[in-house]
C-alpha cells in the first residue's frame, strides 16, 4: 500500500503564544488608560450653564413694548443689549417685545406672549449689584408685522433668584414706566463671599449711557 505523505506543519510554541496575548491586553490597557487623561477639549468659548443668580425682569405678555434689563456688577462693568457679557454676568436672553417673539414652525406662525429678559451671575464675586429696567422702544400693534409708534405706560416686574444651594427668591418687586426713555432702579443689593445677600435698596442710579 502506498503511504500518505505527511505534510509537516510548524508547532506554535505556547511562550509566544501568550507573550502576543499579553501585549494585546497592554496595548487596550494603554488606549483606555490614554482617554481617561485626555478627555475631549471643550470647544472655544464654551461657558458652563452652571449660575448662582437669575434676574429676570419682565413685563406684561403680548406687550409690544420694549423694555431693557441693565445690570451693573461690582467692578463697574455693565451688562445690557450690546454688552451681553461682563465677567461672570451673561444676558442670555434679550426680549425686544413683539420684534423677536414669532417665529416659524413647520410653515405656521407661532407667537411667544411671554416679554422677560434674564440676566445670569455665573459665580459669587462679592460686592453691589444694581438692576435697572430702561423704557427702550414704544411701539403697538397694528394688524402687521410693522409695528406703529405708541406711549403707553409698562409695568415692570424684576425677580431676583439665588440658585445655589436651593432656589430661593431674594427679591421680587414691580415699578412702572411710564413713557419711553424712562430709566428705573429696580432693586440694588451686595452679595458676600459666601453668597449671602444683603443691603437691598431701591436707591435710583442712572446705568444708560
Not at 88 to 95: G, N, T
Not at 148 to 156: E, P
Not at 158 to 168: G, S
Request: hydrophobic residues 40%; contains cysteine.
Amino acid at each position: 500500500m502506498r503511504s500518505r505523505r505527511r505534510t509537516h506543519e510548524p508547532e506554535v510554541d505556547p511562550f509566544y503564544d501568550m507573550l502576543f496575548n499579553m501585549l494585546i491586553a497592554f496595548v487596550f490597557c494603554f488606549i483606555i488608560a490614554l482617554l481617561s487623561i485626555n478627555p475631549k477639549a471643550k470647544k472655544a468659548g464654551d461657558v458652563p450653564a452652571k449660575a448662582e443668580f437669575i434676574v429676570t425682569l419682565s413685563w406684561p405678555d403680548n406687550d409690544p413694548n420694549d423694555i431693557d434689563a441693565w445690570v451693573q456688577g461690582p467692578s463697574g462693568d455693565k451688562v445690557w443689549f450690546r454688552s451681553r457679557e461682563a465677567g461672570l454676568m451673561h444676558l442670555d436672553r434679550d426680549d425686544r417685545g413683539l420684534s423677536n417673539d414669532t417665529v416659524i414652525v413647520n410653515g405656521l406662525k407661532v407667537v411667544n406672549p411671554l416679554n422677560q429678559e434674564v440676566v445670569t451671575i455665573r459665580g459669587i464675586f462679592p460686592g453691589e449689584y444694581i438692576v435697572n429696567a430702561h423704557y427702550y422702544k414704544s411701539s403697538k400693534g397694528d394688524g402687521k408685522d410693522t409695528p406703529t409708534l405708541s406711549g403707553g405706560a409698562v409695568d415692570a416686574t424684576l425677580t431676583v433668584v439665588k440658585v445655589n444651594p436651593r432656589a430661593e427668591v431674594v427679591y421680587y418687586g414691580q415699578k412702572k414706566l411710564a413713557r419711553r426713555g424712562d430709566e428705573v432702579t429696580m432693586v440694588r443689593f451686595t452679595i458676600d463671599r459666601e453668597g449671602g445677600v444683603s443691603k437691598l435698596s431701591t436707591l435710583a442710579k442712572s446705568l444708560v449711557n
